[in-house]
């Protein structure tokens, strides 16, 4: 089914956005349902497939000027709402907590939407994956655990490491490990709650210094209460200390074998940076950039951010024979 634009802001060099966002459900094999969503090249003699993926609570719906950018570069794109968040799946009938027993589930998941809907789309063509946060941590996972499918990838923020667990690892990973052995995987972590638009203000935010871009994940989630997702619950943290701990050991890190683009936000306040520099060392193949003045989200920042990053990518794709 179509989708509108939603009011996105043009895409970069003002054009706006050349196609429309097509979306569907994919029953698993586990019978959970994903929705998915498509964004087709307009000539047929496409560069390749990219696999677009989101961070934690972000729906496909805040991608839709980054998927623009792609198809004006000729490729096709491909995206999906991680279980328990956007219009997938939730693991929980609250459907505000943010919650996860084991990131495998979610890398088991990606495999199938590969195997069953990007790979035949792509027809033979490159894949390319492209992932924010914790969309760029399952995509290094599917690398390391899935080789052969990806040509290329590149990540923005990554989420190797969290900077709260970094400041607090052992209390944070111990408190989360004990909530869950006392059976409250699915309560929200210390600090956490459901979504309140009312503390979401662009007046120092973590994540953006554009506006306008800022406003694209708050409107989706005004616009759609379904969407919303709010803080994260101890199984989650739980899952993404294991997670973490996991790509951050060299001989699981080894295993990604394909050239690999890491864009570094130097205003970072979620992520670890460290971290992602630490595993850019025990990749065979990476490229490591670091933009100065990006806040977390380097894909919604404003232009002369998301240009930077946009070009090291064009870059990296031809240098890399895309």
Not at 36 to 47: D, E, F, N, T, V
Not at 81 to 90: A, E, H, I, M, T
Not at 127 to 133: E, F
Request: glycine share 10%; aromatic share 8%; with cysteine.
């Amino acid at each position: 089914m179509p989708s509108g634009l939603s009011g996105l802001p043009p895409a970069a060099g003002g054009g706006h956005l050349p196609a429309l966002m097509e979306t569907s459900f994919l029953t698993l094999r586990t019978g959970a349902r994903l929705r998915l969503a498509s964004w087709r090249a307009a000539s047929a003699r496409s560069r390749g497939t990219v696999l677009l993926l989101t961070g934690r609570s972000e729906p496909v719906e805040k991608y839709e000027e980054t998927a623009g950018d792609l198809l004006a570069r000729g490729f096709a794109v491909h995206s999906l709402d991680w279980r328990g968040q956007g219009l997938s799946d939730r693991f929980l009938a609250d459907r505000e907590r943010c919650h996860v027993d084991d990131f495998a589930i979610l890398v088991a998941d990606l495999a199938e939407v590969v195997d069953r809907v990007v790979l035949p789309a792509a027809g033979g063509r490159p894949l390319v994956m492209l992932g924010h946060s914790m969309g760029g941590m399952l995509g290094l996972r599917f690398l390391a655990e899935h080789p052969g499918h990806v040509r290329r990838a590149a990540f923005t923020a990554p989420m190797v490491g969290i900077q709260a667990l970094r400041r607090a690892r052992w209390l944070l990973a111990g408190l989360a490990d004990l909530a869950v052995a006392r059976g409250r995987a699915g309560d929200y972590a210390l600090g956490q709650g459901d979504f309140d638009p009312d503390l979401r203000s662009f007046a120092g935010n973590r994540l953006t210094s554009d506006p306008a871009r800022f406003e694209v994940h708050r409107r989706a989630f005004q616009t759609n209460p379904e969407l919303r997702v709010g803080g994260v619950t101890w199984g989650w943290l739980a899952a993404a200390c294991r997670s973490t701990r996991l790509l951050l050991t060299p001989a699981y890190a080894r295993r990604i074998t394909v050239p690999v683009l890491i864009a570094s936000a130097g205003r970072e306040a979620l992520v670890d940076n460290a971290a992602q520099k630490r595993l850019a060392q025990f990749l065979p193949d990476c490229t490591f950039t670091t933009y100065p003045d990006a806040l977390h989200e380097i894909l919604m920042e404003r232009d002369e951010i998301r240009d930077g990053f946009l070009s090291d990518f064009d870059r990296f794709l031809e240098r890399h024979g895309i």
